[in-house]
């Protein structure tokens, strides 16, 4: 079985990197792909853990560098999965859970076709900016350009194979949990599947030649 990148992508405030968090603390079998930003870090938000805080300059460097699976322009901050990170997790044995905008998951699903992507849905348009008010991490111009971006990233729905609606945290956690599994036993991801069938038919095969009364 081999594991694979799940990506949540969602409107700001939606709640995606909580359940990212939460994924990771219920699941040993999760690891998370930190990202590059040129955004400045908020408050409680630690180097290498949320992010890795680059200079413009030096965010731009990587990307000639081609270091990045992908990377995108985002509320005019400049964000990028590192190829290192995704292939860090998956060589450990684990899913690697990312956040991505739109456009990035868009670009990374042609550096690894075998991703799973999952669209989180705030309950209403109401608690999508109640979340992000309480959250507090932008101004009044900042939010604008939020709502603004969630009007573009909505019309991306149907480009994603699952869609979870973030009501209550426990439920969305878990439905984003089933999804990994499920994915988990997809025909298409069984490595040896074809061997393995082939062996059970030989063995079969042989049980039938040999142990069973001739009629
Ligand atoms: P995103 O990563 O999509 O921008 P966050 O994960 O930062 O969103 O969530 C936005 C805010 O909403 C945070 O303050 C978070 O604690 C809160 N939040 C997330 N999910 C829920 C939920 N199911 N119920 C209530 N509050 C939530
Ligand atoms: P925030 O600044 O609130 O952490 O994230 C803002 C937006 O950037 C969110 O939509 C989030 O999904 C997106 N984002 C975070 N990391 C990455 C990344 O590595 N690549 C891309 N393309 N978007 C990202």
Redesign the pocket.
Known sequence: MNPFPLI?????GAG??TIARELLRARPDVGY?V???T?AP?DGEEEGR??YFLKREEFLERRTQNHFA???D??G?L???LRSEVERVLKSGRHVV????????T??RRSFPDSVFVFVLPPSADVLLQRLRRRG?ENRGELAARMI?ALH?LRAVPQYEYVVVNDHLESAVARVSAVIDAEFVRRERVSSLEKDVEALVSSLERELETDLPKE
Do not use: W
Not at 8 to 12: E, F, M, Q, R, V
């Open positions: 949540l992508s969602a409107p700001s995606k990197t792909s990202s590059c930003t955004r908020r949320d992010y992908e990377s995108a985002v509320h901050n964000y990028g999965t990312m956040d991505i905008d739109v456009q990035g998951a670009q990374f991490t971006s990233e």
